[in-house]
């Protein structure tokens, strides 16, 4: 009989699910229980019961799994952000090393190496944070609670830099201090949406950015004069979003004081970032990825290197001179005009620039004859349009370096490269995302000669 809601079971936590949630099985029916951990046997409650898998919440624990630490955060598992504060990091490096594994094989059907996970610091390793402004007796500003819209009130977090805390509480209390009003999401009136933070690891620069629901803030100045108790402080900003949207930046933005971007260094390379360019959050761990994503174009100095979803250009940048040419490509011209200045004040002379959608271009520079030696393909979560992956074989690079922070359309899209002559030599996962439930991998795909 399956689980009805309301039953308590015993359960073996076996794994876990995509979202860092414990899973374990009674009587071939799959139960999910938050904050379990791989090892642990407990009763659980369930709270809702359907006909293929149950949702489940711990009642006791009666084993504890080896895996288990102490949580150190009083929001853990009430905030989204992180899915591991309560297992070792050796544990959560395991896991989704596996995550990886699982992906390849279950799901492509792929035999493929994957390394060990490339890690980096674990705290305080976001440089960009978005906190959510309301009002409840005050103004608060935190994160939203799990699936919700109420704002839990709470400016630190062990991902990000300290300052960022001191910074949210600047901005509070000059709301408080001049009736500045919160936006209301349900009514859609109030002003402060959103305090956007950026810092530059290496530079030290930070941008702070008001999201409002309006054109202009009032009191500006006097939020500036706060503001500037904050050492690095180089760029001021709102970014105006008056559409009732979950989005959170819109597209306009204006400068209060200070540059319109701040400015850091990735790779050995300067890289300009304005508000709304695309720029890894971990910085570390962005340098580590590249140098992998380097190591296998394998460079020698002759290859023309075609970067697809350049962003900022940012990777293309990083390798530059140790190839023949760059070619990037990306869909937001904003971060376009980023990469051709991030290329100018660097002196590379060798990257070419382009906006479109990566489908379009790629045919584009097919038609031209471009050929070029290796693809770099880095697309966001929903992976690569079927005709992108079917015009970059037919180019014929010899190498494919696939970069991915979904490694399910990862693990899809390589399988479908299988069918155009490409094998997935290795994947080497990277936790650019530590305590959260995303991983990050960069494949090595070879052009196989033998069909030739
Ligand atoms: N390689 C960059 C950015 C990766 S994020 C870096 O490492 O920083 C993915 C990028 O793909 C984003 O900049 C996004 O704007 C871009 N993008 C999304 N859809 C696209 C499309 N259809 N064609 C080209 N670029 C696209």
């Not at 799959?30 to 379990?36: D, T």
């Not at 489940?56 to 598992?77: A, E, M, T, W, Y």
């Not at 994957?114 to 305080?124: A, F, S, Y």
């Given at each position: 009989m399956s689980l009805q809601k309301n039953q308590d079971i015993q359960l073996n936590i076996e794994g876990y699910t995509a979202e860092g949630n414990g899973v374990g099985h009674y009587n071939g029916q799959a139960v999910f229980v938050s904050g379990a951990a791989k090892g642990d046997t407990i009763i659980a409650h369930i709270i809702k019961a359907k006909k293929t898998y149950a949702i489940g919440i711990i009642k006791q624990i009666l084993k504890k799994s080896q895996d288990r630490i102490d949580v150190d955060c009083p929001h853990f598992r009430s905030c989204g952000g992180c899915a591991y504060r309560h297992i070792s990091y050796d544990a959560e490096k395991q896991l989704k090393k596996q995550k990886v594994v699982d992906a390849f094989t279950r799901l492509a059907h792929l035999d493929v190496k994957v390394n060990d996970i490339i890690t980096c610091k674990t705290e305080r390793y976001r440089n960009k944070a978005q906190y959510p402004v309301g009002f409840e007796k005050g103004i608060v500003a935190g994160f939203y609670a799990q699936k919700s819209h109420r704002i839990i009130n709470s400016s630190d977090c062990v991902l990000q830099p300290e300052e960022f805390a001191n910074i949210v509480e600047i901005v509070k209390n000059w709301m408080t201090e001049f009736g500045i009003s919160a936006y209301d999401s349900v009514n859609h009136t109030g002003l402060v949406r959103h305090i956007y933070i950026r810092k530059a690891f290496v530079t030290g620069q930070i941008m702070v950015c008001l999201v409002i629901n309006g054109d202009e803030i009032p009191k500006s100045h006097e939020l500036v004069d706060d503001l500037l108790r904050i050492d690095g402080l180089k760029s001021v900003v709102i970014n105006i979003n008056k559409e009732k949207t979950n989005v959170i930046l819109g597209l306009e933005c204006k400068t209060l004081w200070g540059e319109d971007y701040i400015e850091d260094v990735l790779c050995g390379v300067k890289i300009r970032l304005s508000p709304l360019s695309f720029y890894q959050v971990n910085h570390d761990c962005a340098e580590l990825l590249y140098n992998k994503a380097s190591e296998y174009v394998g460079a020698t100095g002759n290859e023309t290197v075609l970067d697809l979803y350049c962003g900022a250009g940012t990777i293309g940048l990083s390798m530059a001179n140790k190839v023949k040419k760059v070619i990037g490509v990306e869909i937001i011209p904003e971060a376009i005009e980023d990469a051709k200045v991030n290329a100018k004040n660097n002196n590379i002379e060798n990257c070419e620039f382009y906006c479109g959608d990566a489908k379009d271009a790629v045919k584009i520079l097919k038609d031209k004859n471009i050929e070029p030696d290796a693809v770099i393909l880095d697309p966001?979560?929903?992976?690569?349009d079927k005709e992108v992956l079917e015009y970059v074989a037919e180019m014929k690079p010899k190498k494919i370096v696939y970069v991915s922070c979904d490694v399910s359309t990862q693990a899809r899209d390589c399988a479908i490269l299988k069918e155009l002559g490409y094998e997935t030599k290795e994947v080497t996962p990277v936790?650019?995302?530590?305590?959260?439930s995303h991983t990050e991998s960069v494949a090595l795909l070879i052009k196989n000669t033998k069909e030739e």
């Amino acid at each position: 009989m399956s689980l009805q809601k309301n039953q308590d079971i015993q359960l073996n936590i076996e794994g876990y699910t995509a979202e860092g949630n414990g899973v374990g099985h009674y009587n071939g029916q799959a139960v999910f229980v938050s904050g379990a951990a791989k090892g642990d046997t407990i009763i659980a409650h369930i709270i809702k019961a359907k006909k293929t898998y149950a949702i489940g919440i711990i009642k006791q624990i009666l084993k504890k799994s080896q895996d288990r630490i102490d949580v150190d955060c009083p929001h853990f598992r009430s905030c989204g952000g992180c899915a591991y504060r309560h297992i070792s990091y050796d544990a959560e490096k395991q896991l989704k090393k596996q995550k990886v594994v699982d992906a390849f094989t279950r799901l492509a059907h792929l035999d493929v190496k994957v390394n060990d996970i490339i890690t980096c610091k674990t705290e305080r390793y976001r440089n960009k944070a978005q906190y959510p402004v309301g009002f409840e007796k005050g103004i608060v500003a935190g994160f939203y609670a799990q699936k919700s819209h109420r704002i839990i009130n709470s400016s630190d977090c062990v991902l990000q830099p300290e300052e960022f805390a001191n910074i949210v509480e600047i901005v509070k209390n000059w709301m408080t201090e001049f009736g500045i009003s919160a936006y209301d999401s349900v009514n859609h009136t109030g002003l402060v949406r959103h305090i956007y933070i950026r810092k530059a690891f290496v530079t030290g620069q930070i941008m702070v950015c008001l999201v409002i629901n309006g054109d202009e803030i009032p009191k500006s100045h006097e939020l500036v004069d706060d503001l500037l108790r904050i050492d690095g402080l180089k760029s001021v900003v709102i970014n105006i979003n008056k559409e009732k949207t979950n989005v959170i930046l819109g597209l306009e933005c204006k400068t209060l004081w200070g540059e319109d971007y701040i400015e850091d260094v990735l790779c050995g390379v300067k890289i300009r970032l304005s508000p709304l360019s695309f720029y890894q959050v971990n910085h570390d761990c962005a340098e580590l990825l590249y140098n992998k994503a380097s190591e296998y174009v394998g460079a020698t100095g002759n290859e023309t290197v075609l970067d697809l979803y350049c962003g900022a250009g940012t990777i293309g940048l990083s390798m530059a001179n140790k190839v023949k040419k760059v070619i990037g490509v990306e869909i937001i011209p904003e971060a376009i005009e980023d990469a051709k200045v991030n290329a100018k004040n660097n002196n590379i002379e060798n990257c070419e620039f382009y906006c479109g959608d990566a489908k379009d271009a790629v045919k584009i520079l097919k038609d031209k004859n471009i050929e070029p030696d290796a693809v770099i393909l880095d697309p966001p979560r929903k992976g690569c349009d079927k005709e992108v992956l079917e015009y970059v074989a037919e180019m014929k690079p010899k190498k494919i370096v696939y970069v991915s922070c979904d490694v399910s359309t990862q693990a899809r899209d390589c399988a479908i490269l299988k069918e155009l002559g490409y094998e997935t030599k290795e994947v080497t996962p990277v936790d650019m995302f530590p305590c959260t439930s995303h991983t990050e991998s960069v494949a090595l795909l070879i052009k196989n000669t033998k069909e030739e």
